[in-house]
């Protein structure tokens, strides 16, 4: 008998193939694996160390070699199936912690470590995954390996150049799905949330277009509007008064001014779980009381300092929120949906058939399987 007072759903939301409406679409729908993500900052995985990352449940082993040559396989012994990230790298190899077994990059078992009880080495290889370095973060793709090369990671021309511009790089794991990540940088009718920090005031949402790849906005606001942020954006030069904002499907960035961007890159680890790159810009920014705009350099000093200051506790505030609202949704999930942003809708329509797209490439039965369950049978034993 249920308490009359609890107005909680009785049942955990749908999955993407029971939902009915297209919120309930989005919020069940994974992100294309036939893409590049970004899972881990460069610096983070030594020579010779393993690290583990994972894709909407699908586990991978991330290690790189003693010749500093990264690599991508499946985190699973196809032995006794234990995760490979408890094993070691040994030169440019991943050996298993129980039994020892090696696998090589292409994930080809090489050695057994213990007797072969006179039986010739078994042929066995691991799936693999393309790997690749750019803006400090390591991509990795993984998807249909051969879709690697056609897919590209999204090219930042300021930070490609020589010279590019000053910026940094902030992540957060948030536990909450990854469209409601994009409706939040998206959405910029949450200002109340920042009353703080005040990065947008006063958005009023000026035009928008949609496709089958792409949700474009523009909205006219006061950018940087804090109580320190103010003094540093050269409102002479830059035009702080609009954004443009784009979901790239599956990325994310803004352009303001053509002075201040941001990509964001995200990393659904699993239905309630996603991790959250986000590379800002700057071709420059103002010091109080000096009439000019900051060297590189400079620029970059005033950058670092904010991090810390300005620009993660402001982020933070966002995943307080959407952690918030991850739990609100798994209680209410069949409430009707409100909105008032008539972007919204649009992203989660898009998130939503680019997940039915990869869904209908991918049928093997009546009901496509989720990536970590499509992985094919490893050891050809
Ligand atoms: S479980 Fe990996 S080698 Fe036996
Ligand atoms: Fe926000």
Redesign the pocket.
């Known amino acids: 008998m249920r308490d009359p007072l609890d107005d909680r759903e009785l049942t955990p939301p749908p999955s993407f193939y029971e939902a009915r409406s297209t919120r309930q679409k989005a919020r069940a729908a994974g992100l294309d694996p036939d893409r590049w993500y970004a899972v881990e900052y460069d610096r983070e995985i030594k020579n010779g160390e393993v690290k583990e990352v994972q894709f909407w449940n699908l586990s991978m082993a991330l290690f790189r070699g003693d010749d500093g040559v990264l690599a991508a396989v499946q985190n699973r ?1 196809p ?2 199936h ?1 995760k490979l990230t408890h094993g070691a790298v040994e030169k440019c190899q991943l050996r ?1 912690a ?4 090696s696998f090589n990059r292409e994930g080809l078992l090489t050695d057994y470590s213990h007797d072969s009880f006179g039986k010739p080495l078994i042929k066995s290889r691991l799936r693999t995954f393309p790997v690749d370095v750019r803006y400090g973060l390591i991509w990795v793709f993984p998807g249909n390996p051969e879709l690697a090369t056609v897919q590209k990671i999204p090219e930042i021309p300021e930070l490609m150049t020589e010279n590019p511009w000053a910026g940094f790089t902030v992540d957060y794991t948030w536990k909450t799905h990854h469209s409601m990540v994009i409706d939040n940088i998206c959405d910029f009718a949450h200002a109340f949330l920042h009353r703080k920090y005040q990065p947008f005031v006063d958005a009023k949402l000026t035009h928008y277009e949609s496709d089958d790849d792409k949700v474009y906005m523009t909205y006219d606001t006061y950018m940087a509007e804090g109580k320190f942020s103010k003094y540093f954006v050269n409102r002479k030069r830059v035009n702080t008064r609009s954004i443009e904002i784009c979901y790239e499907y599956p990325y994310q960035w803004s352009n303001t001014g053509d002075s201040i961007k941001h990509w964001c890159f995200l990393l659904p680890i699993d239905e309630r779980t996603t991790r959250v790159f986000f590379i800002f810009y700057f071709d420059s920014v103002k010091i109080p009381l000096i009439p000019m705009n900051t060297p590189k350099w400079l620029t970059q000093i005033v950058l670092n300092a904010s991090v810390p200051l300005l620009f993660r506790p402001l982020l933070a505030e966002d995943g307080v929120a959407l952690e918030a609202e991850q739990i609100g949704y798994e209680s209410h999930w069949n409430a009707p949906p409100i909105e008032l942003n008539p972007i919204v809708p649009l992203l989660q329509k898009l998130t939503a058939q680019k997940w039915q797209g990869y869904v209908d490439r991918n049928v093997r039965s009546e009901q496509a399987a989720p990536v970590a369950e499509a992985e094919p049978e490893a050891a050809v034993v």
Do not use: S
Not at 98 to 101: D, R
């Open positions: 012994c032995h006794r234990l298993c129980y039994h020892g077994w």
